[in-house]
């Protein structure tokens, strides 16, 4: 194994250990809801049984929870596939790849242990008297994000 493969398997492994980490001491009896930055930015409990923006949340549960896992380890499989055939070759591709494994990992995970994600990001903003959320996220959805909009911008760089 190249130093390069152990290394993306070491972000790998602390990413999906810093996700579950979080996701641990959130669930905690004694978590206490925090804001963090006023108006901006709190650190909350919540629990997504859907996927993003709580899609498929109404499903039934053995449904959705078969479903979900289905098409999320597909997801997994098919990047893993992919990282796999990327992981020697120059460039950022293989990490962004690790980070989207990782993710999808860390919701798997719940999933399976719990039947529903651990979410605890709240990001918003105050305007007019009115909070405005984003929906709550945790670790592994932000690799995912982060790492799919670097794969698309790194995907129109001229070769």
């Known amino acids: ?5 152990t290394l993306q398997i070491g972000l790998f492994t602390l990413l999906l ?16 809801a925090a804001s963090i930055i006023d108006g901006f930015f709190n650190i909350i409990r919540a629990y997504n049984p859907g996927v993003a923006f709580s899609m498929f949340a109404d499903l ?4 959705r ?20 055939q990327e992981r020697l070759r ?11 494994l990782a993710g999808a990992a860390g919701n798997i995970w719940d999933r399976i242990q719990l039947g529903y994600v651990v979410d605890f990001v709240d990001w918003y903003v ?6 405005y959320h984003w929906p709550a996220f945790n670790i592994a959805d932000a690799c995912i994000s982060v790492a799919v909009v670097l794969l698309l911008v790194t995907s129109f760089k001229k070769n």
């Open 60 to 63: 039934p549960d053995a449904v």
């Open 17 to 32: 250990c810093a996700d579950q980490l979080s996701k641990w001491w959130i669930q905690q009896a004694d978590f206490q």
């Open 1 to 5: 194994m190249t130093s390069r493969t």
């Open 126 to 131: 105050r305007a007019g008297g009115v909070e």
């Open 90 to 100: 120059p460039g950022i591709t293989s990490w962004l790849l690790v980070m989207i």
């Open 65 to 84: 929870l078969w479903l979900l896992l289905g098409v999320t380890i597909g997801i997994a499989i098919a990047v893993l596939i992919w990282w796999w």
